[in-house]
């Protein structure tokens, strides 16, 4: 199901009296068409528990090498009474056995702690680039906690929101077909702007008004994923970013250098997940630096549920974190890397997995692979795998009950264009592979 | 010595049970109903060869108390089974009557304790679990798992807790659906 709108203003910013700056980021004439209406829902208590979380992660130790966190007892004790799934788990947490997003996704209510109060619930449907997709459910608390996390990155390089309410705080840059779009607000930041924009030029009145109106508003932090970021290299707005993160897919460090080079600050890679927000951060490369004490990482085999020594490649398992409608217990986030402890503090290595894999239309224009999940959603597919070789040329698998070969021939040529060679093979029986979907390319970076 | 006796064979005696101790009980002096506590009292003077006991049991609280009084009328029944002569002084079964068979009571239709097997079953387990006799051919242990597994009242907690977990499920699932939470998840977008 789709988002949408079904909130005032006055919902969506409870704390925030004055929306002049709402209104003149939807208003101005150089604005994009945005699409949708999106605000925090912060109230007093909520604001309060952002406040708390901001000062844990300031306060809360890591755990040690080879040891849990102190806090893992009292928090398998509560999942036990609170969430249904968890309630018969016990309290021996390496025998717990591990979870998978299959298991969330068709039954996500009984993750839900009793606690939860269901009016706060935020539902969140993942695009499934890479897997089905799947509603994640949140409160507007556990929501809102991704600013002291970008916070507590930037902070150790001294990189402050001027939380101002006349300012955009955070721009979210997208690069695709069509996407959601708004201007918000953020309560954290003291009624400072939130935008998320898309640059497709299609989405504006003229292609020149990304840059007017980007410029214009002047974000403090520009975030996206690489191929959104190098989007807007290529469009270079006249902005000045105090900080650049990316996220969804690994930054190689070339990329990460002409961002540097052009915007004149800092880029960060981030590791995150939809189910638990952010988890690491990268600023060099191949390292990632957990950020968060209370979401406990572990290096599992694929096979069994028993760690790998450490410093060896395994799937990254996640235990904790803050939000009352999806606790993680062991979940399995299908991410491999290896964790090291670098003077104490654990890091991922090697991430694997997470290369963008770059698509380019006949006309040597990007594709986001976003968009063509996007596109294959409305066909129904059990899965598929697309590779695209270095003459651009399409090998396209998939398999699931009664395809239609020339929908899903006219779906992918509307994606990449009608001249596009396309090698097709339907099946109904999957594959033994457990990815549903699977996408590989030659082309890369260097070559564009 | 405690007499020895099969879960079998008193289940067995509770189904056989007298239509009169299901009777309705007396709502006053001259009413034709089972006079549920003079019974009570009998029957615990009489498993106990003190036949002088001042009245033991006497009743408090909410008027209406048929379901309670017929259970009790058939306990009587059920404890005039010799296993449970001697079993102890009288005064120890107070507790039962005032406690465990009242929270039962209202749990089951009284003419189930002597028609269904489990029910009987659960009935004669409550007996001997609360007069500390183990049924022939068990132990303690094994004993108390069977009167935990077909527990009345741990019953109706796991159908209500289902119940329950089932009405939260469809409220989970109705809030998924509907507008507010489908627009605000959006806010401030996702890294």
Redesign the interface.
């Given at each position: 199901?789709?988002?949408?709108?079904?909130?005032t203003d006055r919902?969506?910013f409870p704390l925030i009296d004055d929306l002049r700056l709402l209104h003149r980021l939807r208003q101005d004439e150089s604005a994009p068409r945005f699409n949708?209406?999106?605000?925090?829902?912060l109230d007093g208590a909520g604001l309060e528990k952002v406040h708390e979380y901001r000062r844990s992660l300031d306060t809360q130790p890591f755990w040690l090498p080879g040891q849990l966190p102190a806090w893992m007892t009292t928090f398998l004790d509560w999942c036990q009474r609170q969430v249904?799934a968890y309630r018969d788990i016990g309290s021996c947490f390496q025998a717990i056995p591990t979870l998978r997003r299959p298991q969330i996704a068709a039954r996500?209510?009984?993750y839900?702690a009793?606690e939860a109060r269901?009016?706060d619930?935020?539902?969140?449907?993942t695009s499934g680039t890479t897997e089905a997709p799947m509603?994640?459910?949140?409160d507007?608390v556990s929501?809102?906690c991704?600013?002291p996390q970008?916070e507590s990155i930037l902070e150790r390089d001294r990189i402050r929101f001027d939380r101002e309410g006349q300012k955009v705080a955070?721009c979210?840059v997208c690069d695709q077909k069509d996407t959601?779009t708004?201007a918000?607000l953020?309560t954290w930041l003291g009624g400072a702007g939130?935008l998320?924009i898309n640059l497709n030029p299609e989405e504006w009145s003229k292609p020149e008004d990304r840059c007017v109106y980007l410029e214009r508003y002047n974000p403090e932090i520009i975030?996206g994923d690489p191929f959104s970021l190098w989007s807007m290299a290529r469009v270079a707005p006249r902005i000045r970013p105090k900080a650049m993160?990316s996220?969804a897919m690994t930054l190689h460090q070339g990329a990460r250098q002409l961002l540097q080079q052009q915007f004149g600050c800092p880029v960060y890679d981030?590791y995150?997940l939809?189910e638990c927000?952010?988890i690491a951060v990268s600023t060099e490369p191949a390292r990632y630096r957990l950020i968060r004490p209370e979401l406990y990482v572990e290096i599992l085999s694929p096979d069994s549920d028993i760690a790998v020594p450490e410093g060896a490649v395994g799937e990254i398992t996640v235990t904790g974190g803050n939000n009352p409608f999806l606790p993680l217990v062991r979940y399995r986030t299908g991410d491999f890397a290896s964790l090291k402890y670098v003077d104490g503090h654990p890091c991922l290595c090697d991430l694997e997995g997470r290369s963008p894999v770059i698509f380019l239309r006949q006309n040597r224009e990007f594709l986001n692979p976003i968009d063509i999940s996007r596109a294959l959603s409305k066909v129904a597919l059990a899965g598929f795998t697309l590779h695209q070789r270095e003459d651009l040329s399409l090998e396209f698998s998939a398999w699931g009950a009664e395809l239609e070969a020339r929908s899903l021939e006219t779906t992918l040529k509307q994606l990449f264009g009608d001249a596009i060679p396309l090698q097709m093979t339907l099946s109904v029986e999957s594959p033994p592979s457990p990815q549903k979907v699977k996408y590989t390319s030659e082309i890369n970076e260097i070559e564009i | 010595m405690q007499k020895a006796v099969t879960i079998s064979e008193l289940i067995h005696h509770i189904k056989q049970c007298p239509s009169e101790f299901l009777d309705m009980p007396a709502r006053g002096e001259n009413d034709d109903g089972v006079h549920t506590l003079a019974l009570v009292n009998d029957i615990l003077r009489y498993i106990c060869h003190c036949p002088t006991t001042p009245c033991l049991l006497t009743v408090e609280g909410k008027a209406d108390k048929t379901a309670e009084w017929r259970l009790w009328q058939v306990c009587c029944w059920a404890l005039s089974h010799p296993v449970f002569f001697e079993a102890g002084p009288a005064a120890q079964w107070i507790p039962l009557f005032s406690g465990r068979l009242d929270e039962v009571s209202t749990l089951v239709e009284t003419e189930k304790w002597v028609t269904d097997e489990e029910r009987a079953e659960e009935l004669a387990r409550i007996l001997l679990s609360h007069a500390a006799i183990i049924p022939e051919g068990e132990d303690a242990t094994i004993a108390a798992d069977r009167l935990d597994a077909i527990d009345t009242v741990k019953r109706m907690k796991v159908i209500e807790q289902t119940r329950q977990?089932e009405l939260?499920?469809q409220?989970?699932?109705r809030?998924?659906?509907?507008?507010?939470?489908?627009?605000?998840?959006?806010?401030?977008?996702?890294?």
């Open positions: 199901m789709n988002p949408v709108e079904g909130l919902q969506r949708f209406a999106s605000g925090d829902r249904p996500p209510w009984q839900v009793a269901l009016e619930m935020l539902v969140f449907c509603d994640v459910l949140a507007p929501q809102a991704w600013l970008l955070i979210l959601l708004y918000s953020s939130v998320k975030t993160v996220s981030i995150s939809t927000r952010m | 977990a939260r499920t409220e989970i699932r809030q998924m659906a509907a507008r507010a939470a489908r627009e605000a998840a959006n806010a401030y977008g996702r890294e």
